[in-house]
């Protein structure tokens, strides 16, 4: 049996998991199937107050979240999502780095459905990608405050409306302070709040 303990210092140096091998992928995902057996929240869709925040990414196979490291000149900073329970909406935000004076962020604003206890339906509504110094972001509750004001942001800001767009997670493991995702794609996601 494998502890939360165990998982994040399995996890730990990893980047994310830009800095896995095969093997220790296949270690970590096992890890993180024993800790979701564990689940403390049966019912964690339900268990608003324990999913409301903004959940720093620990560690992802997601290949979309990932490859941004891929691109030239460009590194992985900090991700984030940040669920707004009571109004069912989620914002993922990639800090990015490479050039000096060229850190931007990449985000994606969605709602999201309850559709049982541990699974919601998620349509992304929003695409922002802009330069953190042009649109003054700081942090990220500080720049969902800037979206839901309806301030104009020095950025490319594009509603998404292909259906295409949308997706499902399944929330397997979630405490106080760690939350863990499968989503549609296959994809594992491990957070820490705050």
């Known amino acids: ?9 399995t996890i730990s140096g990893k980047n994310r998991g830009l ?37 720093r990414l620990l560690y992802t ?21 940040c669920v707004r329970a009571a109004e069912l909406k989620v914002y993922n935000i990639a800090e990015v780095y490479g050039l000096p004076l060229l850190e931007g962020i990449v985000s994606v604003a969605a709602r999201f459905q309850p559709v049982s206890e541990r699974r919601v339906n998620v349509k992304f509504e929003r695409s922002i990608v802009g330069l953190q110094r042009f649109i003054g972001y700081q942090t990220p509750g500080r720049f969902i405050r800037q979206l839901e004001s309806g ?40 957070l820490t709040k705050g």
């Open 61 to 81: 196979t997601s290949r979309g979240i990932l490859g941004i490291d891929q691109v030239p000149f460009l590194k992985l900073g900090q991700v984030y999502q």
């Open 151 to 190: 301030e104009k942001l020095a950025a490319i800001d594009l509603n998404i409306e292909n259906r295409n767009q949308q997706g499902w997670l399944d929330i397997t493991y979630l405490d106080a302070d760690l939350r863990i995702g499968r989503g549609n794609e296959g994809s594992v996601f491990v």
């Open 19 to 55: 800095l896995t091998t095969d093997t220790e992928r296949q270690a970590i995902l096992a890890a993180i199937a024993q800790l979701e057996d564990r689940n403390p929240t049966p019912r964690p869709v339900e268990a608003s107050d324990l999913l409301e925040g903004d959940w």
């Open 1 to 9: 049996m494998i502890g939360k303990a165990a998982l994040l210092e």
